[in-house]
């Protein structure tokens, strides 16, 4: 079945430090990619997300690129702030299992001032 | 939009309660999610709609566990009768088309069973 491995946590930085959150993944098909962001308190927010090889999904200066050579999709960021600190999730969905998406556990990051 | 909106946002209860947990999805949107986030199963799907049909129920816990979505604009989770490893957060989540992919969340319901 489907699997989403992300690095585990938590991840504590300083603000202005580069962030990465690795991320692979198992499909048997085609699957779209993506990051949510749970901020403490809230549900999940998508941060951003790809479709395709090589597709880059951009938002609020994260980024992340679909390799599917490596079947991985890492999130990135140049400079963190400290309100970017969250939990963040790496997801898969197949169009074959519907609007089903499979989580990785998720990554808790913390950045400090 | 409102977003998606679930009702409690948190509940307290004892063990042996029936607890119910509501939750709207956004309107015009086919899909609802009910997931279940615990320190430590992390973020568990437990069952899922389309067009108010059941489609996938496998990660229902068990029979204390049921779900419901009478009209496209309502859903409930029920537990029945509770217990402390309930204690969790349980969001719903709604998505718009078989095409997008993308789960809009809602708040969340922390519930503690004593």
Redesign the interface.
């Known amino acids: 079945g489907d699997s989403v491995t992300q690095m585990e946590g938590p991840v504590t930085l300083s603000e202005e430090a580069f962030l990465t959150i690795n991320c692979t993944y198992t499909a048997t098909g085609y699957p779209?990619l993506?990051w949510y962001v749970q901020y403490p308190?809230?549900?999940?927010?998508?941060l951003l997300?790809a479709t395709k090889a090589d597709d880059k999904g951009s938002n609020k200066g994260f980024e992340a690129t679909y390799r599917k050579e490596t079947t991985s999709f890492h999130l990135e960021k140049g400079s963190v702030q400290v309100s970017d600190s969250a939990v963040y999730?790496c997801a898969l969905?197949e169009?074959a299992a519907?609007?089903?998406?499979t989580?990785g556990?998720?990554t808790r990051v913390l950045v400090k001032p | 939009d409102a977003g998606?909106i679930q009702s409690p946002r948190h509940e307290v209860t004892e063990m042996g309660q029936e607890v119910t947990l509501r939750c709207k999805p956004i309107s015009g949107h086919d899909?609802l999610?009910w997931y279940r986030q615990t320190m430590m199963r992390?973020?568990e799907?437990l069952i899922?709609f389309?067009n108010n049909v059941p489609?996938?129920d496998s990660g229902m816990p068990e029979d204390r566990f049921s779900a419901k979505m009478p009209n496209a604009s309502f859903s409930t989770l029920k537990i029945q009768p509770s217990e402390p490893r309930d204690s969790a957060v349980y969001?719903c989540?709604s998505?718009p088309?078989?095409?997008?992919?993308?789960?809009?969340?809602?708040?969340?319901t922390r519930l503690t069973v004593t």
Do not use: C, H, W
């Not at chain 1, 308190?41 to 998508?46: F, R, Y």
């Not at chain 2, 088309?97 to 969340?108: C, D, L, R």
């Open positions: 779209s993506f308190g809230e549900g999940l927010q998508l997300k999730f969905s169009r519907g609007n089903k998406l989580f556990g998720g | 998606v899909y999610f992390g973020l799907l899922y389309n489609i996938d969001f989540a998505s088309t078989a095409s997008s992919y993308e789960q809009y969340f809602g708040p969340g």
